[in-house]
């Protein structure tokens, strides 16, 4: 698959949700996002930018219940999208990490895109709400993502801090290990799928 077709476009509909998203694994870190939550779509701008993304995000979710629903729901988006973006995986590096740091805050990512999910989540939070996003959903949403995307994903904050920073960074990083592990393979396995068993 050429670089410039890994591009998916999701939908989904429900009771509690409606969601549109593109998303460009060979992007230019543009974004343009409207979850109804602020805080959440600065953190996904973060995403976007540092792991030169492209991504379109409208959503029309039950916020008058709480922020739940339509956090929970674009992680399933995303992870979906992710998961065609780089279709059968062929040529991609597979593996990412970074290690990355904000003010005091140091996060550690970790991806591997195996098709089989696992999330590992440590960040030791200590207020309720970011802004409008309840705190919790930070695990939330990189746990709908990695299920539904079939990556193993490892996020530890590893110097606590800033509850913001922490937030911040963990979703930096993530966007920079996943732009390693999406991206293209230039060396001897260029065309091959990066697996001892020929397949992801």
């Given at each position: 698959?050429?670089?410039?077709?890994?591009?998916?476009?999701?939908?989904?509909?429900?009771?509690?949700?409606?969601?549109?998203?593109?998303?460009?694994?060979?992007?230019?870190?543009?974004?343009?996002?409207?979850?109804?939550?602020?805080?959440?779509?600065?953190?996904?701008?973060?995403?976007?930018?540092?792991?030169?993304?492209?991504?379109?995000?409208?959503?029309?979710?039950?916020?008058?219940?709480?922020?739940?629903?339509?956090?929970?729901?674009?992680?399933?988006?995303?992870?979906?999208?992710?998961?065609?973006?780089?279709?059968?995986?062929?040529?991609?590096?597979?593996?990412?990490?970074?290690?990355?740091?904000?003010?005091?805050t140091l996060v550690l990512?970790?991806?591997?895109?195996?098709?089989?999910?696992?999330?590992?989540?440590?960040?030791?939070?200590?207020?309720?709400?970011?802004?409008?996003?309840?705190?919790?959903?930070?695990?939330?949403?990189?746990?709908?993502?990695?299920?539904?995307?079939?990556?193993?994903?490892?996020?530890?904050?590893?110097?606590?801090?800033?509850?913001?920073?922490?937030?911040?960074?963990?979703?930096?990083?993530?966007?920079?290990?996943?732009?390693?592990?999406?991206?293209?393979?230039?060396?001897?396995?260029?065309?091959?799928?990066?697996?001892?068993?020929?397949?992801?």
């Amino acid at each position: 698959m050429e670089r410039r077709d890994r591009i998916s476009e999701r939908s989904r509909v429900t009771s509690e949700t409606k969601i549109n998203l593109t998303f460009n694994v060979d992007g230019t870190g543009s974004s343009q996002l409207h979850s109804g939550i602020p805080f959440f779509d600065h953190m996904l701008s973060g995403f976007a930018k540092h792991g030169i993304f492209d991504m379109t995000l409208n959503v029309e979710g039950d916020l008058e219940v709480d922020c739940h629903h339509t956090i929970e729901d674009t992680g399933i988006v995303l992870g979906e999208a992710i998961k065609e973006a780089v279709g059968d995986k062929r040529g991609i590096k597979r593996y990412g990490h970074f290690i990355l740091p904000m003010d005091e805050t140091l996060v550690l990512c970790a991806i591997d895109l195996s098709g089989r999910p696992y999330l590992s989540f440590e960040a030791p939070f200590t207020v309720d709400t970011l802004g409008s996003m309840d705190t919790e959903m930070v695990r939330e949403f990189f746990y709908t993502v990695s299920y539904s995307a079939g990556m193993n994903l490892h996020l530890k904050v590893l110097t606590p801090g800033n509850n913001h920073h922490m937030a911040e960074a963990l979703f930096k990083a993530f966007g920079k290990a996943l732009d390693m592990a999406s991206s293209k393979e230039t060396r001897a396995l260029k065309d091959e799928v990066m697996s001892t068993k020929g397949s992801l």
